[in-house]
Each structure stands twice: as structure tokens, then as C-alpha cells.
């Protein structure tokens, strides 16, 4: 039933994106960031291991250091849904305005909507950019993450201004005082320690970067 009411809206929400009378500008439309099939549009950051299997993006931590999926363009200004599971208790997150250190999993920019199934482990705050935890959900938030099946993630990044809905339910509403990056890639985290085993799909875009 879930899949069918899916269906019939998501067409609907991208119709109501777009003035009568004209085609949807590019920066109009939800976008696939991924088909499926295979990691195009995707680059692997480090060592761990990144597989497509039935039409999801598998990534496990193979070795004890970071490992990012990023995407190959960057954005400043976006909606983005997703769905994720986790497959075990490491860590894990959606960075976003991220740079790396030429040749290494080393953030030189860029802050990340937590992932992590345990909970009161912050799942939907905010963290990075060298100011480690910026904010994170109201305790009584902690618990909408469903630890063992899949969470459907909203994530609406516009300026300084970040909100995450998990599961329908808005978790983070935070305007940053004192921003620090900008624009950069998106990207898919596996925490250090090799415990990471994440599981994504669904994944679109809603691109409203002004350049």
C-alpha cells in the first residue's frame, strides 16, 4: 500500500513544483541521484566497500577507517529524501557542503545529518565542520528511528537553515548562527572501526543552488 501511495504522489508533488504553461526548470524538478543499477554519479572516498545489490546501495566497513559514497556534484542549496536501514550498530550519517583532503577520507569542510540506530545516539542532529555536535532532536525524538527496518529521510538544507523529518516527523529545525561551509558534495558516511553495514535507496534531489 505504501508503494502505491508513493507512487501516485511523488508525480503529483513534481507537478505541483512547476507553473502551468511551461516546462519545469531543471532546479524545479526532483532528481534521481541514484538508478538502481550502479554507482554513476557516485565516488568512493577511502577503502570500505560500496555494492549495488537489488536496487540498493550497500556499504560496509571492511577496514577500521572512514569510508564515503560521495556524489559527483556539489550542491549549496537542496531537499533531499532518502531511504535508509541499518544493518548493525555502527555509525553512520549524510554529510553535506563536503570537501575532502586530496587522497585521503580527511573532511577539510562540511557538516553531517546523523545516522545511528542506537538510541539517544542523535539520529537526524547535526555535526562537523570541527564544532562537533552542533544540534541534535528533543529527547523526545530519539525514538522515532525504527532500529531494524527501513526510515524514510527528509533532509532541507536552504542557507543556514537545516531540517530533517525522519519518518514524517520533523526531528531537527535549526537555523546556524555561524555557518562555516557552504556548498559541496553530498555524501553517504561509514564510520570508522569497520562496524558500518548501511543500506540506501530511493534517493532524489530537489536542487535549488543559485550559482
Given at each position: 500500500?505504501?508503494?502505491?501511495?508513493?507512487?501516485?504522489?511523488?508525480?503529483?508533488?513534481?507537478?505541483?513544483?512547476?507553473?502551468?504553461?511551461?516546462?519545469?526548470?531543471?532546479?524545479e524538478?526532483?532528481?534521481?541521484?541514484?538508478?538502481?543499477?550502479?554507482?554513476?554519479g557516485?565516488?568512493?572516498?577511502?577503502?570500505?566497500?560500496?555494492?549495488?545489490?537489488?536496487?540498493?546501495?550497500?556499504?560496509?566497513?571492511?577496514?577500521?577507517?572512514?569510508?564515503?559514497?560521495?556524489?559527483?556534484?556539489?550542491?549549496?542549496d537542496?531537499?533531499?529524501?532518502l531511504?535508509?536501514k541499518?544493518?548493525?550498530?555502527g555509525?553512520?550519517?549524510?554529510?553535506?557542503?563536503?570537501?575532502?583532503k586530496?587522497?585521503?577520507?580527511?573532511?577539510?569542510?562540511?557538516?553531517?545529518f546523523e545516522?545511528?540506530?542506537?538510541?539517544?545516539?542523535?539520529?537526524?542532529?547535526?555535526?562537523?565542520?570541527?564544532?562537533?555536535?552542533?544540534?541534535w532532536?528533543?529527547?523526545?525524538?530519539?525514538?522515532?528511528?525504527?532500529?531494524?527496518?527501513?526510515?524514510?529521510?527528509?533532509?532541507?538544507?536552504?542557507?543556514?537553515?537545516?531540517?530533517?523529518?525522519?519518518?514524517?516527523?520533523?526531528?531537527?529545525?535549526?537555523?546556524?548562527?555561524?555557518?562555516?561551509?557552504?556548498?559541496?558534495?553530498?555524501?553517504?558516511?561509514?564510520?570508522?572501526?569497520?562496524?558500518?553495514?548501511?543500506?540506501?535507496?530511493?534517493?532524489?534531489?530537489?536542487?535549488?543552488?543559485?550559482?
Amino acid at each position: 500500500m505504501r508503494t502505491l501511495i508513493f507512487a501516485i504522489a511523488f508525480p503529483v508533488l513534481l507537478l505541483a513544483q512547476t507553473p502551468k504553461g511551461r516546462e519545469p526548470l531543471p532546479n524545479e524538478q526532483w532528481v534521481s541521484l541514484f538508478n538502481g543499477k550502479d554507482l554513476t554519479g557516485w565516488v568512493k572516498v577511502g577503502n570500505e566497500k560500496w555494492d549495488v545489490e537489488d536496487g540498493v546501495i550497500h556499504g560496509r566497513g571492511v577496514t577500521k577507517e572512514y569510508g564515503y559514497l560521495m556524489t559527483a556534484k556539489d550542491y549549496k542549496d537542496f531537499w533531499l529524501s532518502l531511504r535508509f536501514k541499518c544493518e548493525a550498530d555502527g555509525n553512520s550519517g549524510v554529510f553535506f557542503h563536503s570537501r575532502f583532503k586530496p587522497g585521503t577520507v580527511d573532511l577539510s569542510q562540511g557538516m553531517q545529518f546523523e545516522i545511528d540506530r542506537t538510541l539517544n545516539h542523535h539520529t537526524g542532529g547535526l555535526y562537523g565542520d570541527g564544532r562537533a555536535w552542533i544540534a541534535w532532536p528533543s529527547p523526545e525524538y530519539e525514538y522515532v528511528i525504527k532500529p531494524t527496518d527501513w526510515n524514510d529521510l527528509l533532509l532541507i538544507v536552504e542557507g543556514n537553515h537545516m531540517i530533517a523529518h525522519l519518518n514524517g516527523v520533523k526531528i531537527i529545525d535549526f537555523t546556524d548562527p555561524t555557518p562555516k561551509s557552504f556548498d559541496g558534495t553530498i555524501a553517504l558516511q561509514l564510520h570508522s572501526g569497520g562496524l558500518g553495514d548501511m543500506r540506501f535507496k530511493d534517493i532524489y534531489i530537489r536542487d535549488l543552488s543559485k550559482r
